[in-house]
């Protein structure tokens, strides 16, 4: 049997917005045929599942985070800079009309429990995220744009927390206003912290 022709990437994002609509276990075979323009026979010649279809979606997704990510701290100079272009691309994302979730918290509440590869797959993701952060960090203090003092790990932690309750605190359709005075907030933490 010869390989599906399509998009694959096209395919992933599409697959990427159902399973964050409607998380993984309520997604049917069908609502992936419609969003992505697939049969169910190429899904599973292409993916071998639903489950490998979600996991090559969160490949993709961590893939294109993470390659956006590096694109925004190559574009800024200071390292602080970055991270508040980072922030403000949240804040966007919070403030959308269609909130979107994360696919790596979502699946990881829903899926990790029952699945423990495909557990291991998300906190290795969620661990690159958060180096990602730490050498943002770490390059801040370096530039002397926060405190020798300032407990970079900490920090990190701080900024990963902060961005999961404004994702949050977005289903509950706040004001630009809040989010940018929360982002702000956060922003000013950083800069201002020495332990």
Known sequence: ??????????????????FIEKGYGKTSVQDLKAATGLHPGSIYCAFDNKRGLLIAALEHYASARHSSFNQLCQQHDSALGALEAYINDVVKECEGQ?????????????VSAQDEEVEA???QMFKQWQQDLLQLLERAQTQGEISSKADCQALND??????????????????????????????????????
């Not at 049997?1 to 159902?18: G, I, K, P, T």
Request: charged share 20%; net charge positive.
């Open 121 to 123: 797959i998300i906190s």
């Open 158 to 195: 701080f900024i990963i927390m902060s961005i999961y309750g404004m994702r949050s605190l977005s289903h509950t359709k706040p004001t630009r206003a809040v989010l940018t005075s929360l982002s702000a907030q956060v922003l000013s933490h950083v800069r201002h912290s020495e332990q």
């Open 1 to 18: 049997m010869r390989n599906a022709e399509f998009d694959r990437e096209q395919v992933l994002n599409a697959a990427m917005a159902v």
């Open 98 to 110: 269609e909130i979107k979730g994360c696919l790596l918290q979502k699946s990881m509440a829903e």
